[in-house]
């Protein structure tokens, strides 16, 4: 893999307007990391997102083409939520990005009104007709002007790191909720073995071309102060950060990345990243005996 780590041209920052920037990665696309913040994310490469996610993305979809469930994940989410809710009673749940409702329908098996933002066509054909989710959109999160309603709670799993304008959007979502309600957001961590390199390709780590952002806890609470939103509650799964942030919450400072940390563990990664390889060859070798 090549790495620049001279300065880039690129945009200003979307968390902190800077301007001087590092590239971690420059192949079919480019990886920056900010120095003054430390937020990982893609350059703008010119995509029409609304196209490719309405009609493109599918990685929900089976080899038959089947949009088929991840039960384990979607259960710990379940259970996740569940827990931190204030009330189950009379309560009102939208996810954006909700897919084929798999989730939701989880939610609203429990007795929770749902309601879902999904900008796939086939995914929601597949939620209205096989989960059941009457009540979800097809559009992008920006298509929807104003809510007409406020929810207790809205959800974003795996999905906040696919928004290019994360401010705006989390502005936007602010909209959506009731005073002292939630938003719960879990997304890739960059701190984690598979936070930054998500899968391999003719012999090279590559980062996902989807993820427009790789964040950090810093870096995504820093968002949501900035959003106006204060951090509740934030935990880990092996590989992913969870937040539980809310709407109207005492003012807080916001707290960037360090740079130089997040540099310094991108120059380790590739130590862990072998390490694991190294651990999963024996461990089948001895699966085998």
């Known amino acids: 893999m090549h790495i620049d780590m001279t300065e ?24 920056l990391l900010c120095r003054n913040c430390g937020l990982v994310f893609l350059e703008d490469d010119h995509r029409d997102y609304r196209k490719y996610y309405s009609e493109g993305y599918d990685y929900r979809l089976s080899e038959d083409g ?27 749940l939208v996810e954006i990005g909700c897919s084929a ?3 939701l329908k989880r939610f609203k098996d429990y ?11 086939e ?13 979800i959109e097809c559009c992008m999160l920006e298509d929807i002007e104003d809510a007409d309603r406020l929810y207790d709670a809205v959800i974003l799993i795996q999905t906040f790191e696919h928004f ?5 959007s989390l502005s936007k979502i602010r909209g959506f909720l009731k005073k002292d309600s939630f938003l719960f957001i879990e997304v890739p961590n960059y701190y984690s073995p598979n936070g930054f390199y998500l899968f391999k390709f003719e012999g090279i780590n590559y980062p996902s071309p989807n993820h427009l952002f790789v964040y950090s806890r810093k870096t995504l609470s820093a968002f949501l102060r900035k959003a106006g939103f204060s951090v509740y509650k934030t935990s880990y799964t092996l590989q992913n950060i969870r937040v539980i942030a809310q ?15 997040a540099l310094m563990y991108f120059y380790v990664l590739p130590i862990i990243t072998k390490a694991i390889d190294v ?11």
Not at 8 to 23: G, R
């Open 8 to 31: 880039s041209p690129a945009k200003p920052c979307k968390l902190c307007n800077h301007t001087q920037f590092k590239v971690l990665f420059d192949r079919e696309f480019k990886v």
């Open 111 to 121: 007795g929770i009104n749902v309601f879902g933002i999904e900008p796939g066509k």
């Open 123 to 135: 995914a929601v054909e597949f939620a209205r007709r096989i989960n059941g989710i009457r009540e």
């Open 279 to 289: 651990f999963r060859f024996f461990k089948g070798k001895l699966m085998k005996v």
């Open 66 to 92: 089947r949009f088929v469930e991840n039960d384990k994940q979607n259960e710990a989410v379940f259970k996740w939520v569940i827990k931190h809710l204030p009330k189950t009673e009379n309560l009102t």
């Open 164 to 168: 290019a304008d994360p401010l705006s």
């Open 101 to 103: 409702g798999f989730l």
């Open 247 to 261: 709407v109207d919450g005492d003012n807080e400072d916001v707290e960037f990345e360090n740079y130089y940390r």
